[in-house]
């Protein structure tokens, strides 16, 4: 009979469990993402051996004695190298948190994580923390569209400008945009591969070997950002391909039920801890609740995408054969040309969310868009069900005509992102839907 079942028989306590050492090797093997999303981060043994961590439903934390308060501050405010230690205060962090940051930087073998209340969020406080005003930020385009509002009409009053190349710019053309910036302080390179709404890639590789060769490698140059949010973490890994920041909406794959909204920023230490400090001084921090669901999602991250991703190479299959569809721009189908080259080099997965291009323009799109039965009107992707949207109409609206043309945002463009439905049923919905067009 072992000391516990005495204890429990006697009526004695039991004595509290003790904490485990973290696992994420066993023997000379090291374990996937997959399986450390099971617990990569949390030991049960912290919270009353709770298989899954506790919802932190709090404002402040205890200190241990007043010297931890101190020294916890002087870490906040970085007046002592190395950044907080322990818990204080919600703003700042939380075990959802850290726990959830701890297993986001698993995915993209990154030094350190940050979460935020959204997407949006999340990428405002990381051009917060680099800018200030006569600094310049270089970026592909297009880009989302308030990624642009914010870059071109809100840090533009405060006097930052920018230059940008298109998404599938060559080694030429970028050096050709940078060495313009660098007239300048350029404080940012900030990407998005694929671009949204035209699945445009850009080349990680050849960003960082023309930041390279202009800005030098040394802690002047500009770091690389790119926001990774339609292919990643499965099928493309940028820090593996020369970025320094990695930018998410956790809202979409990594969140995948659509009942959520977030953001991340990943990426080496040195870079985060400053982004780290603006987060902690404007409150974007996400909140605990929403930590514990991007937990509980990460655990079906890979099955869902995988699933997604198999579902949209049938249906763009099917697609790309219709008489009413002009263009499929489905990463999957790229053969022959630069666009092609940049996949087979970055990315190991086509993605679940694709640009069609009917025959037509807007009136055919809305017909198509009214006439789906099993895909939901709505903006957003990467979640469990399909989504369709008209970008021009919808989440580009914004954007001045002229620069639509130009990135290729045209009005007989529909996005859409697959689900995990049966991809018959999807077909059938799409096959009925373009008969109405």
């Not at 099955?303 to 049938?314: F, Y």
């Amino acid at each position: 009979m072992t000391k516990e079942t005495e204890a429990e028989l006697s009526g004695a306590p039991t004595p509290r469990r003790k904490p485990k050492p973290a696992v994420d090797m066993i023997g000379n093997h090291k374990l996937k993402p997959a399986t450390l999303m099971m617990g990569h981060g949390f030991d049960p043994a912290l919270s009353e051996g709770s298989l899954k961590p506790p919802i932190f439903l709090t404002s402040t934390f205890v200190f241990e004695n007043a010297a931890a308060g101190k020294r916890h501050f002087e870490g906040v405010t970085g007046k002592r190298p190395g950044g907080a230690e322990g818990l204080v205060y919600s703003r700042f962090n939380g075990p959802n948190q850290e726990i959830l940051e701890d297993r986001l930087a698993v995915w993209e073998d990154a030094e350190d994580a940050l979460s935020f209340s959204s997407g949006m969020s999340a990428i405002a406080t990381l051009f917060l923390s680099m800018v200030k005003p006569g600094d310049t930020i270089v970026h592909s385009g297009p880009l989302y569209a308030a990624t642009e509002t914010l870059i071109a009409r809100i840090l533009g009053r405060f006097g930052v400008h920018w230059l940008d190349f298109p998404a599938g710019a060559t080694r030429e053309e970028i050096d050709q945009v940078l060495q313009k910036a660098a007239s300048g302080r350029v404080a940012l390179i900030y990407l998005e591969s694929p671009a949204n709404p035209t699945n445009a890639l850009v080349d990680v590789q050849a960003v960082a070997a023309s930041r390279d060769a202009i800005f030098g490698t040394g802690p002047d140059a500009p770091p690389i950002a790119i926001d990774n949010t339609f292919l990643g973490p499965l099928w493309h890994k940028p820090l593996q391909h020369g970025a320094d920041l990695v930018v998410y909406s956790l809202t979409k794959y990594a969140g995948g039920h659509s009942d959520l909204v977030a953001g991340g920023v990943l990426g080496a230490k040195k870079l985060i801890d400053p982004i780290r400090l603006m987060r902690n001084t404007i409150g974007t921090i996400t909140d605990p609740n929403t930590a514990w669901m991007l937990l509980r999602s990460l655990e079906t991250l890979e099955l869902r995408m995988s699933r997604a991703g198999e579902n949209a190479q049938k249906v763009c299959g099917f697609l790309r054969g219709h008489p009413k569809v002009e263009h499929v721009g489905y990463l999957g189908f790229l053969e022959g040309d630069r666009q092609a080259d940049i996949y087979q080099r970055h990315c190991t997965g086509a993605g679940s969310t694709f640009s069609l291009f009917l025959k037509g323009g807007e009136p055919e799109a809305f017909r198509f868009l009214d006439a789906l039965k099993i895909a939901k009107l709505a903006v957003s992707l990467g979640g469990t069900e399909t989504l369709a949207s008209h970008p021009a109409g919808m989440t580009h609206l914004s954007v001045p005509e002229a620069r639509k043309q130009a990135l290729g945002i045209t009005d007989n463009l529909v996005r859409i992102s697959i689900g995990v439905e049966d991809p018959d049923d999807l077909i059938a919905d799409f096959e009925q839907a373009l008969a109405a067009v």
